[in-house]
């Protein structure tokens, strides 16, 4: 049976690395995911966990010894953080282009210069095109969820791609609170062990990593973009699978108050709680104001955003990162393309907030809400807008 | 929903306080969420620690800016100005000091209702060192009623192991001797 429980929710994390009975973990540590790899340290050390730990010198390391271990059919885990995860960065591709469904959770955290160990999103944004499946969670419970749900959709013979999980530095990872948490069984039904579609194997030999000659290199990253694009039914279905077990359902695209909205928040991650907060004592105040909520980044879903903002005439896009020389952050950016893609043609605004752990209150998002308003008002759009610069 | 702030300095276990009051406060069936003030820890340094409680669900993931109650560990950040920022006019100063009530209002400028204790008298005398979180837990449910008093003796014992008693014996004794001022 499950159990109420209060926890803090990088314990919460490497709890559901060990409810999924992952077989290596090769990781290294970096502020804000220490709990998450220190906690499954623990966990292997004192034999709750029949893992290898294998305690790398970098993250580059360490996404070479996932590559080898789920090459090796190993069920396998690793969590990075800002400059650990770009560390990473080649390695990504490779196992994305393998086909290695490797779990990582990524404690999102700003990149230096200058240094800072605070929350944002600059750092999942920089590596948008591993080919990657990418998830992001809102709370404890989500975290917890969503790494179960992470193995069942990269194990998937249909799918056979790495995934991320995108858990707020610090606003998610050191804090506590209450989640229900799933007991081994429950687990084991929702997670079957691990059979690998092929695996690297003396009896049986196949090769991995070959070179690409410009034969074929385009029709691999085909097959590689086919495989992203195909995961979306699968990732459903494993939403749709774990809802019907735990009684917690997940979308790829979440609505709140969308209904009769005129003007919609577009967040990804932590701020999801905060704005539906905000929202909330804005329809108090009379304003015709909803949420969506992007959970499935990669691969993006497409219709399911189009149906979520269907009835809106204004999207406020939040972004938590900067994407330089453009003209608006990447969520802004890519949504805006997606709109004209799609023949739609609203009012929209791009706000670039919480950079390097700055705070975004209920405040902040009035504070949006009123300058959308007005610019929409007048039909001058907000391109990109960073909220509370100090000038 | 009721917000508290916890003043410590690195090391005298501001954030562990916080946390025992979010479990104990789960265990009771409530929602509660605890945190840090986000960032690297430096021993001696002031820092706060954030607590809500609620019998809600806690849908907010913003800091503590106007707290119904403060807790101040370590007497010496009463008159550094910090302790009653945002402290709503009726809220709660819960304070460790050995001073009188009038001495503790000219210290930090509160001047609602407040709970004194000599915590620091208290950690010495039962725990054998200064260390004032959880003798201070004893104040803070003494003035607040936030949760059963028996309800932080489970994560205590969790948290403290063959240490939890004298800590448990230390928080009683805060509980009894803590004085409220309307």
């Known amino acids: 049976m499950a159990r109420r429980v209060g926890l803090e929710v990088s314990l919460a994390c490497a709890e559901a690395v060990k409810l ?49 271990s789920a090459a090796a059919g190993a069920r396998t885990f690793t969590s990075s953080s800002a400059q650990g995860l770009a560390l990473m960065h080649e390695m990504l591709f490779i196992a994305s282009g393998l086909r290695l469904p490797i779990v990582m959770a990524v404690a999102n955290r700003s990149l230096s210069a200058p240094i800072s160990i605070w929350n944002d999103h600059s750092d999942i944004m920089a ?23 992470a193995f069942k959709v990269a194990e998937d013979p249909r799918v056979c791609l790495p995934v991320a999980v995108n858990l707020d530095g610090f606003i998610l990872t050191h804090v506590i609170e209450p989640m229900e948490m799933p007991d081994q069984a429950e687990a084991d039904a929702y997670l079957p062990p691990f059979v690998p579609s092929q695996s690297l194997d003396p009896a049986a030999p196949v090769s991995m990593g070959m070179v690409g000659m410009p034969e074929v290199y385009t029709e691999a990253k085909k097959a590689a973009l086919v495989a992203l694009e195909d995961s979306y039914p699968v990732i459903k279905e494993h939403w749709e699978g774990f809802a019907e077990q735990f009684g917690r359902s997940y979308k790829p695209i979440e609505t709140y108050r969308t209904e009769d909205a005129d003007t919609l928040f577009v967040t990804m991650g932590s701020l999801g709680e905060t704005c ?42 939040i972004d938590r990162a900067l994407s330089p020389g453009v003209a608006a952050g990447p969520v802004a950016t890519e949504m805006r393309a997606l709109l004209y893609t799609k023949g739609k043609n609203m009012f929209t605004a791009n706000f670039v907030c919480g950079l390097g752990g700055r705070d975004v209150t209920r405040t902040d998002f009035a504070g949006m809400l009123a300058k959308v308003e007005a610019a929409a008002a007048a039909g001058n759009e907000i391109t990109c807008e960073m909220v509370g610069v100090k000038e | 929903m009721i917000e508290v702030r916890f003043h410590g300095r690195g090391g005298q276990g501001a954030v562990t306080s916080a946390e025992l009051m979010a479990l104990a406060a789960i265990e009771e069936g409530k929602y509660a969420q605890a945190f840090p003030s986000f960032g690297p820890e430096r021993r001696g340094a002031p820092l706060q620690a954030f607590l809500r409680i609620s019998d809600e669900p806690i849908r907010l993931r913003e800091k503590i800016y106007e707290p119904d109650i403060v807790l101040v560990l370590d007497p010496s950040l009463l008159a550094t100005g910090g302790v009653k920022i945002g402290l709503k006019p009726h809220g709660t100063l819960v304070a460790n000091s050995a001073k009188p009530i009038e001495a503790v209002r000219g210290e930090c400028g509160f001047e609602g209702r407040t709970a004194l204790v000599d915590a620091s008298l ?53 509980y009894n001797e803590t004085i409220i001022e309307e």
């Not at chain 1, 095109?129 to 419970?141: H, K, M, N, P, R």
Request: aromatic letters at 6%.
């Open chain 1, 127 to 149: 590596e948008r095109d591993i080919g990657w499946v990418q998830t992001f969670a809102e709370t404890g419970q989500e975290v917890l969820d969503l790494m179960l749900h």
């Open chain 2, 122 to 174: 208290i950690a010495e005398e039962e725990l054998g060192v200064p260390i004032t979180n959880t003798t201070m837990l004893g104040a803070l449910l003494k003035a607040s009623g936030l949760i059963a008093l028996d309800s932080i003796k489970g994560p205590l014992d969790h948290r403290f192991g063959k240490i939890a008693e004298k800590n448990w014996k230390a928080l009683n004794r805060a």
């Open chain 1, 20 to 68: 999924c009975n992952a077989d290596v973990i090769a990781a290294y540590p970096i502020t804000p995911q220490t709990h998450i790899v220190e906690h499954l340290s623990e966990l292997v050390a004192d034999g709750h966990l029949d893992a290898e730990f294998v305690p790398v010198e970098s993250e580059h390391s360490a996404m070479s010894a996932c590559v080898g």
């Open chain 1, 276 to 317: 539906m907060t905000a929202v909330d004592e804005m329809r108090q105040d009379g304003k015709s104001v909803g949420q969506v909520r992007i959970r499935l980044w990669r691969p993006f879903p497409d219709e399911d955003f189009m149906a979520a903002i269907a009835g809106a005439k204004n999207l406020i896009f």
